[in-house]
């Protein structure tokens, strides 16, 4: 008899265990799941923005566009044709600023 109480007590431990390690390792994937989760999260807020506002060529002119306009807003006194080469590319492809100050200095230099 005492055999039987030793061979249920041992099962019920190994079973008690076994439980236990499912659980525990189901609960570690799902942390894992959520790390992930949070770091695909971080890395697109990490993500630049567009700025606010852009300086690039449309229609043969240099036009300012604000953020999300696809027309621009006004136009600058910048002649596309006595620009170098490197700098009309650069403004086909866009030149982005974060505020008026960056852009006033750059219409500045650009249209003296």
Not at 58 to 70: D, E, H, L
Not at 81 to 88: C, G, H, Q, V
Request: proline share 4%; glycine share 8%.
């Amino acid at each position: 008899m005492r055999k039987i109480i030793d061979k249920r007590v041992y099962f019920t431990v190994v079973s008690a265990m076994t439980i236990s390690g499912f659980i525990t390792i189901c609960t570690m994937g799902q942390g894992v799941k959520k790390y992930r989760a949070e770091m695909k999260l971080a890395a697109a807020a990490t993500e630049p923005a567009e700025p606010l506002y852009t300086v690039r060529e449309y229609n043969g002119r240099a036009g300012i566009f604000c953020r999300g306009n696809s027309e621009p807003f006004r136009y600058a006194d910048i002649n596309m044709f006595l620009l170098p080469d490197s700098d009309r590319e650069q403004l086909c492809e866009g030149i982005g600023f974060e505020d008026e100050e960056e852009l006033r200095v750059y219409l500045e230099d650009m249209e003296s």
